[in-house]
C-alpha cells in the first residue's frame, strides 16, 4: 500500500512555470514506477509522464515533450512534474500514480489544480 498526496498547483500566468510535487507513503517507494496524468473539465484522464523506479527512464505524452519533466527522489520518497512553458490548454487536475510494475496504476492521490491564464 502506498499513500499519495500531490502539492504545487496554483494559478499561472502562460508562458510560466510551476512544479508540482507528490510525497508518497511507505519504505517501498523505490519499488513502483511513478506517474502524472491530468484530467481537464469535460475530458477523460490523460498521461502526461512516467519515470521508472530508479529514475533511469522517463516517458511523455507528445503534448508536453519537451516542456515538462518528471524526476524523483527515493530518498524523499518524492516525484515531481517541472512544468515550463505552460499552455491555457496545460489547466487541468494533475494526479500522481503508483504502480509495483503490475501493468496498472493502482494507486492516486487527489489531485492538485493547475490552472494556466491566456
Known amino acids: 500500500q502506498v499513500q499519495l498526496i500531490e502539492s504545487g498547483g496554483g494559478l499561472v500566468q502562460a508562458g510560466g512555470s510551476l512544479r508540482l510535487s507528490c510525497a508518497a507513503s511507505?519504505?517501498?517507494?523505490?519499488?513502483?514506477?511513478m506517474g502524472w496524468f491530468r484530467q481537464a473539465p469535460g475530458k477523460e484522464r490523460e498521461f502526461v509522464a512516467a519515470i521508472s523506479w530508479s529514475g533511469a527512464n522517463t516517458v511523455y505524452a507528445d503534448s508536453v515533450k519537451g516542456r515538462f519533466t518528471i524526476s524523483r527522489d527515493n530518498a524523499k520518497n518524492t516525484v515531481y512534474l517541472q512544468m515550463n512553458s505552460l499552455k491555457p490548454e496545460d489547466t487541468a487536475v494533475y494526479y500522481c500514480?503508483?504502480?509495483?510494475?503490475?501493468?496498472?496504476?493502482?494507486?492516486w492521490g487527489q489531485g492538485t489544480q493547475v490552472t494556466v491564464s491566456s
Open positions: 500514480a503508483a504502480d509495483r510494475y503490475t501493468g496498472s496504476w493502482s494507486y
Open positions: 511507505g519504505r517501498t517507494f523505490n519499488s513502483y514506477r
